[in-house]
């Protein structure tokens, strides 16, 4: 039987008390954590991990049925803390896995002590007073762009998500995690994160929330940050000042920096 640390290809770093679990994005890999990892080694046992069909995870456990929705990767997440904690976990989510960590608050909410969501989006698509950052058209020309060239458009589309960066080998990194993914796996996978909407399960999770965005990001504009607030019990909205989707990499200390903070208002 396949194991969980094979199937997602788990590695443990730090030796703290606490657990912490990141989980990345969309056409990412666990390697796209190193920057926050140091910072928070000493203080956490930090769990880190693939999503299946991405990285090096078992690709042989992809199931196209079980993952047709986001709720698939939810219960792995849920099995991964299982087997990898004693205790309720921070757990650090960007963009689709900000999502899956949202359902596995719901699911099994006594395994979450925290909730971090960096750059998430409950729905891409503008509808009425929601601001999405996309038309429906738009979506549907990705979605084709990626079913018809997906090695092309992610070389096109990285350099935007991950923003201007001082250190232009941060885009490459992204671009090559991109195109590393298997390329069937990833049309899917488009299709199950961008055209999700979960707007109606953000009031269901109690579990304490903080929210981070960027002052400048073209696919979870400031809007969705502000929208989730307001519709999550129990979240706090932190906008760091980062142009691009991926403030791990490029303003990692901004981005512990407001972590920290959540984290100590948690126990005062």
């Not at 979506?139 to 090695?151: P, R």
């Not at 390329?183 to 199950?192: E, G, L, N, R, T």
Request: with cysteine; aromatic share 8%; proline share 6%.
């Amino acid at each position: 039987m396949l194991s969980i640390a094979t199937r997602n290809n788990v590695h443990i770093h730090g030796k703290g008390s606490k657990t912490m679990v990141l989980a990345h994005g969309f056409g990412c890999d666990q390697n796209m954590w190193r920057f926050l990892i140091p910072i928070f080694s000493d203080e956490y046992r930090i769990v880190i991990f693939d999503l299946v069909g991405s990285g090096l995870s078992e690709i042989s456990a992809y199931d196209p049925d079980k993952y047709k929705t986001l709720e698939g990767y939810a219960d792995d997440l849920i099995e991964i803390i299982q087997a990898f904690s004693e205790s309720p976990v921070v757990f650090v989510g960007h963009s689709v896995s900000a999502i899956i960590g949202l359902l596995a608050t719901i699911k099994a909410p006594k395994y979450f002590a925290a909730n971090i969501m960096v750059g998430p989006s409950p729905s891409y698509i503008n509808e009425g007073d929601y601001i999405g950052g996309f038309e429906k058209e738009d979506i549907a020309e990705l979605i084709t762009a990626v079913e018809e060239n997906y090695l092309g458009w992610s070389s096109a589309i990285t350099p935007a998500i991950m923003g201007p960066s001082v250190h232009p080998e941060l885009t490459a990194d992204l671009t090559n995690s991109f195109c590393r993914t298997d390329p069937v796996i990833a049309k899917h996978f488009a299709k199950v994160t961008f055209l999700s909407d979960h707007r109606g399960d953000l009031s269901k999770s109690l579990t304490p929330t903080l929210i981070i965005q960027c002052s400048d990001d073209f696919i979870a504009p400031i809007q969705v940050g502000e929208y989730m607030q307001r519709m999550m019990p129990n979240a706090q909205l932190e906008i760091i000042e980062n142009i691009g989707h991926c403030p791990h990499m490029s303003s990692p200390e901004q981005t512990a920096n407001a972590i920290k903070a959540f984290l100590v208002r948690l126990t005062q």
